[in-house]
């Protein structure tokens, strides 16, 4: 059995896992970013929005680390990526 191209196009291929990988890194760069910048600033952080961070924090790495066991997770199943 392969992953192939569905009628709608999508493939899963190894280049498009490394985007998907560059994304997620940028959204986690951009989160830091944001809140380094905020208390460089002297603003306060909310608690409540501090935790909704960290919950997008660990959504972001839990991608990530579906991402990096993907190709197991396929041959595992008999499944090959295009």
């Not at 493939?11 to 994304?23: I, N």
């Not at 905020?38 to 790495?61: F, H, R, S, W």
């Amino acid at each position: 059995m392969e992953i192939g191209a569905s009628t709608d196009g999508k493939v899963l291929m190894p280049a498009k896992m490394d985007d998907l990988k560059t994304w997620i890194n940028a959204a986690m760069t951009d989160e830091e970013t944001c809140v380094d910048g905020l208390e460089e600033m002297g603003a306060k952080v909310p608690e409540g929005v501090k935790a909704k961070i960290e919950d997008c924090k660990q959504l972001l790495t839990n991608g990530l680390a579906i991402l990096a066991n993907m190709p197991s997770l396929l041959r595992h199943f008999h499944l090959q990526m295009h």
